[in-house]
């Protein structure tokens, strides 16, 4: 009796049938994903969470050859752009362009995007666009498919820039008349945008449930190669036991974040298979410069010196993370300077520059979340005894909250993503003269690092720019406001039947499930 | 009976406010949400702008106030996180949360009201004991060692049930013994003891000597005098279910219910969620406790007549 009576109010409660547990079909795939984003706005968004997921639903007016690392610019919504002056790049636009929601996009959606992001007055788009869009000046309409942008300085990285997530196409009436005056953009509008996100690319967002499943369907109005798939599915699953679990089963065809020690349970299954790469982001260690306690750029390269990195990407990545000797990765192109040696691991002259720095004894503070960067806790554990091996005392300090601006913070980690493909995308927003870091008061220029970072930024002639990048880093090893630890390796799970990889092109983290990115056999 | 009434409600509306207060100012003594949602990087000029935006630039207390007097509207605010109505989220959360609670409570007393009959009854034969072993590995297998192993067994190596979501009926399976296995062995001990209780009272050798049937002696006599203490203890339970129970198992199932919408805000700093979970937690506990208090009423004629 009870028992039937459980049968039945649990059927009562159920929403759907049992469903059979059969691989999903070519026509739809399905993804479990270990993090999933609380709103969709590509302007707003600078998270690694987020970046999966733009790419599939939204455009740039410059495209990008994903498969290679290095920068070749393709047309994308733009067809043609050709530099008027020395500050102003002209964009001709391709017609015949639709929004998902069936409205044309012309040249009064482009300077909408664009402005929105190089005038902002929406606080969130303020405070993240001015480290990254700074040079830009304003986007003007110049007829329905022509647009001009202009910059404050002539500008070396247009194509980068202009390819880049937050700069991304939305469309101007749709989001204004999301809420109140359809003729105002008002910050109510911004916000609602970010609920239910509309772009121009091969797949539109059917669903969005925050931090839980998007779905995306075709779009059959696509101006270039159709979506691959009818429908995908990306559902959250937070627990990686349970994500390895649902893709055994074939309940997803996709999984993201397989930490190292799992890659040989998913490949032990015959049905599966994994994918992974060294990701352009680096996971770095801070130092707070201004606090009293590492004030000493001796104590902070002694500190450095005393980190065997390579020890690091063994224990914790099985050797897959990439330890650089400077900021430098090879999708920064011309840029990626593997000469210059601005680390380095040397134990003796760790224990010298401590000796010469003045250091007493203090405990050094570090900061970690417990869970946010994958091994970020257990690598801060090796650190403390990295150090401790020198005489450096220290306490890990677990804790979610940031403390990057916090006057009291003496050491923690962080990371330096790729936001787009060149060393301005990671280190020049990083560590810029005004920038994040110095902003949070835990770093400090002078005239002659921002004259170094001006020529580095700025200068139209590549050697000169890798010469400034390589002075640049030269101060950066003399008085160290950080430590490059190493490029984490990320994997993915999926079936055999699944074609897909991460591409070299891309930002951090993308699933680019785009015309001639993935492919399902049978 | 209505001045009884009135007074048990104003210490319910006491109560709240203490536990509304209490949550607003921890949750801010904790850190300001900024610095947890997007909080890197940002200048002090540019954090106090998004602090501004986010409308946590006023006094504690002038924000206390504003809070207090959207809440006599109705209205809990809007997620700092997701910017979306708490109202909405809550929605989506409570009816997964609710399948669950309902799912583990009734097999907790389709399977451990019997059992702890049983183990009583048969107390001194091998069935008692195997019962009481059974409890006993429940009572002390942490549930989500259980829910790893369900998974590892009946969906990793099996592939018979799915591994998460909550699609069907299928999925409910897992989750619904993972989450009851503690109550189950927990209730089952309480009923083994209460009825252990009863079954040495005299009324009951009097129930046999009138010539009674022994399942009839047990279930009607003896159970129902049992009772008491059962949903007392089961109140309990389930108040502890709705408070905390269930997090750790939404989180393994990726099953989007409230308790994994608390952790998260709480993780994030999302106030306006988080006090919206608390209260709505604290509800249900003093809901469950009065509805208890009724049951009791139904099950012993005496505690109705002692308040009437």
């Known amino acids: ?522 | 009976m209505l001045e009884y009434a009135l007074a048990r409600l104003l210490r319910m509306v006491v109560t709240m406010l203490v536990i509304v207060t209490g949550v607003f100012f921890a949750t801010r003594l904790s850190g300001n949400a900024v610095d947890f949602i997007g909080g890197e990087g940002l200048s002090a000029a540019d954090r106090a702008t998004l602090v501004a935006y986010y409308g946590l630039d006023a006094s504690w207390l002038e924000q206390y106030w504003r809070y207090l007097r959207a809440l006599a509207e109705g209205n809990f605010g809007i997620s700092l996180v997701e910017r979306r109505p708490v109202s909405t989220i809550a929605l989506e959360r409570v009816g997964p949360s609710l399948q669950l609670l309902v799912g583990a409570v009734l097999l907790t007393l389709a399977v451990a009201v019997p059992a702890g009959t049983l183990a009583a009854v048969y107390r001194k034969s091998w069935a008692g004991s195997m019962i009481m072993g059974a409890a006993f590995l429940g009572y002390a297998i942490p549930n989500f060692v259980l829910a790893v192993l369900l998974i590892l067994t009946l969906s990793f190596w099996l592939g018979w049930l799915p591994s998460s979501g909550n699609g069907s009926l299928a999925h409910f399976v897992m989750p619904v013994v993972a989450l009851s296995a503690f109550y189950i062995a927990s209730l089952t001990r309480f009923t083994r003891n209460a009825m252990l209780d009863v079954l040495s009272q005299d009324y009951l050798r009097t129930a046999r000597a009138k010539g009674l049937a022994e399942p009839r002696v047990i279930f009607k006599h003896a159970l129902r005098n049992a009772l008491i203490t059962i949903l007392s203890v089961l109140g309990l339970q389930i108040a502890g279910l709705a408070a905390a129970g269930n997090v750790v198992i939404e989180t393994i199932f990726a099953w989007r219910g409230i308790g994994e919408m608390l952790v998260s805000a709480a993780l994030r700093r999302d106030y306006p969620v988080l006090q919206f979970g608390v209260i709505a937690v604290a509800l249900a506990v003093i809901l469950i406790n009065t509805l208890v208090d009724l049951a009791y009423g139904a099950a012993d004629p005496r505690v109705r007549l002692a308040r009437s």
């Open chain 1, 1 to 522: 009796m009870m028992t039937r009576s459980l049968v039945l109010a649990l059927a009562a409660t159920s929403l759907a049938s049992l469903a059979p547990l059969t691989p999903a079909l070519a026509a739809e795939l399905k993804v479990g994903a270990s993090n999933m984003p609380p709103y969709l706005d590509p302007g707003r968004d600078h998270s690694n969470v987020g970046s999966q997921f733009y790419y599939n639903s939204f455009d740039t007016l410059i495209e990008k050859d994903h498969s290679t690392a290095e920068a070749k610019f393709l047309p994308g919504l733009a067809t043609q752009w050709n530099r008027i002056d020395d500050l102003t790049m002209e964009f001709k636009l391709r017609p015949g362009v639709v929004f998902h929601n069936g409205e044309p996009l012309t040249a009064d959606d482009v300077v909408f995007s664009f402005n929105r992001m190089f005038q902002a007055s929406f606080p969130p788009y303020a405070v993240r666009s001015k480290d990254r869009l700074n040079n830009f000046d304003v986007a003007e309409k110049v007829d329905d498919l022509t647009v001009r942008v202009r910059t404050k300085k002539p500008e070396p990285l247009w194509e980068t820039l202009i390819n880049m997530q937050q700069l991304m196409i939305v469309p101007e009436d749709y989001v204004k008349g999301l809420t109140g005056d359809p003729k105002v953009a008002e910050n109510s509008d911004f916000e609602a945008f970010a609920l239910a996100p509309v772009g121009s690319g091969p797949y539109r967002i059917a669903e969005f449930i925050p931090g839980e499943r998007i779905v995306w369907q075709r779009h059959d109005a696509f101006w270039g190669d159709k979506a691959p798939f009818e429908r995908v599915t990306v559902r959250s699953i937070p627990e990686m036991a349970t994500r390895i679990t649902a893709l055994k089963n074939g309940e997803v065809d996709i999984i993201t974040n397989l930490p190292p020690d799992q890659l040989a349970t998913v490949e032990a299954d015959p049905n599966l298979k994994t994918a992974g790469m060294v990701t352009p982001l680096f996971h770095v260690l801070i130092y707070n410069t201004l606090n009293e306690k590492m004030a000493s750029p001796k104590l902070r390269q002694a500190l450095n010196h005393a980190i065997d990195r390579q020890t690091l990407s063994e224990a914790l990545w099985q050797g897959k993370a990439v330890v650089p000797a400077s900021h430098t990765m090879e999708p920064f192109g011309a840029l990626y300077m593997p000469e210059l040696k601005t680390f380095e691991y040397d134990i003796e002259k760790a224990k010298e520059l401590l000796a010469e720095s003045g250091y007493k004894g203090e405990e050094i503070r570090i900061d970690t979340s417990a869970t946010y960067y994958t091994n970020g806790l257990l690598a801060m554990q090796a650190v403390a005894e990295m150090w401790g091996a020198i005489g450096v005392k220290t306490r890990i300090n677990v804790d979610d909250k940031w403390t990057g601006n916090d006057p009291t913070m003496n050491a923690r980690n962080w990371s330096n993503p790729m936001y787009f493909p060149d060393p301005f995308g990671s280190f020049g927003v990083m560590w810029a003269p005004g920038g994040p870091s110095e902003g949070e008061g835990r770093f400090k220029t002078d005239a002659d690092y921002a004259e170094k970072w001006d020529r580095f930024r700025f200068s139209t002639d590549v050697a000169a720019r890798r010469q400034a990048y390589g002075e640049l880093m030269e101060r950066i090893k003399n008085d160290p406001p950080f430590l490059v630890l190493y490029q984490p390796y990320e994997s993915w799970g999926m079936r055999k039947t699944v074609d897909w990889a991460p591409a070299p092109g891309h930002i951090p983290y993308v699933l680019d499930f785009r015309a001639g990115s993935i492919r399902v056999d049978g």
